[in-house]
């Protein structure tokens, strides 16, 4: 018998020649062989023979049992740069070096790709070694990308956020920036988030939307969703339904190519020029689409709301940046109790 099974090469005798029992034999054999359990050894380097774009396949997988389809769908879309790039190319798991590994850090940075971001495609690159059992290669030369502090956001005003919204809606085609805005301010998702929404994602009747691409699965979660943005939804959604785009599968922002032509089935490349059209428009400089979700985390924090339930309206929040939070939420407490504070009675009015 000479076969492949789960990635194994197996050539050996059936104890037979007779070519009419062969067939059945070598049947019979290949089924033993797809129930046995996998020699760690051999699965080690099978997996160590792969590229990252196979080895992640085979992983999730093996994994599949244990892990949700949450998580095996953030470990493709980590892989994906991966793969993608120069730095590793169609290259094997077991000839990655620790100076490939720098390159690759090197060349997202050059990207403008955040230190966090990094991180996180290499903790899944370091998961694929670790299963393959070379990790031990990497662990004295590995070095994450520093955290660099963020840029501070900006939280509008109510009256710049009301100035925003009044002129996004004036023009038609400005209608998706309008309505990825609003669940940017008023529901506090991530561009990355609003990219990935399909119309199935949305719960109607209790009004939910469920938020299952982010940036790691700490940001998955089902906000509720204000009459605001529920509203605007509805609107887009009936607009959707008129051009054939409103399936369950299909995406709520979805691709436009040449004259406006829409692909549901793809989602929106980018709507930075509608952006960038509006904040002329509205007079505001400076102002970047993710300010919408740091005005809504600090309208949160101005509200008094406790850190679990700030995250488990917009996910997963820096610890760092929850610290500035906390502060704008106390801010505005002490604000609270010096206006409770008893006003004294002047001698004139203790007198009359």
């Not at 774009?53 to 769908?73: F, G, H, L, W």
């Not at 994906?80 to 094997?92: E, I, M, Q, R, Y």
């Not at 060349?107 to 966090?116: D, I, S, T, W």
């Not at 995250?311 to 940046?321: F, L, S, T, Y």
Request: proline content about 6%; charged content about 25%.
């Amino acid at each position: 018998m000479d076969a492949v099974v789960n990635g194994h090469r197996y050539r050996e005798p059936l104890g037979t020649t007779d070519s009419r029992k062969a067939p059945t034999l070598e049947r019979e054999r290949i089924a033993q062989l797809k129930d046995k359990a996998p020699d760690p050894t051999s699965r080690s380097k099978a997996i160590a023979s792969m590229s990252i774009a196979d080895a992640v396949k085979a992983y999730i997988t093996e994994r599949s049992a244990q892990v949700s389809p949450r998580m095996a769908e953030y470990w493709r879309d980590q892989c994906k740069p991966l793969s993608n790039s120069k730095a590793f190319g169609d290259v094997k798991l077991s000839k990655i070096t620790s100076a490939m590994i720098g390159a690759y850090q090197s060349e997202r940075l050059a990207q403008g790709r955040a230190p966090k971001t990094i991180n996180g495609e290499i903790s899944v690159l370091r998961q694929l070694l670790k299963h393959a059992r070379i990790w031990y290669r990497f662990q004295e030369d590995y070095k994450p990308v520093p955290n660099t502090k963020p840029p501070t956001g900006r939280a509008l005003t109510t009256e710049e956020a009301t100035r925003l919204f009044e002129v996004a809606k004036t023009r038609p085609d400005w209608t998706y920036a309008y309505v990825a805005a609003t669940l940017s301010f008023y529901c506090g998702m991530r561009a990355c988030e609003i990219r990935g929404l399909l119309w199935k994602d949305v719960d109607w009747n209790n009004r939910l939307i469920s938020i299952r691409r982010s940036k790691t699965p700490a940001g998955w979660r089902t906000p509720s969703l204000n009459t605001t943005c529920h509203d605007a939804l509805r609107k887009l959604f009936e607009e959707a339904s008129l051009l054939g785009a409103a399936e369950p599968e299909h995406y709520i922002f979805p691709w436009h190519g040449r004259e406006q032509r829409i692909n549901p089935t793809k989602p929106i490349s980018s709507r930075r020029t509608a952006w960038r059209s509006i904040l002329k428009a509205a007079g505001l400089k400076g102002v970047r689409f993710h300010d919408g979700r740091h005005t809504a985390i600090t309208t949160l924090a101005e509200k008094g709301l406790p850190d679990w339930v700030i995250q488990a309206q917009v996910g997963h929040v820096d610890p760092q940046m929850m610290k500035t939070y906390s502060h704008i939420r106390r801010k505005a407490l002490n604000e609270a109790a010096a206006a409770l504070e008893p006003s004294p009675i002047s001698e004139s009015e203790d007198e009359s």
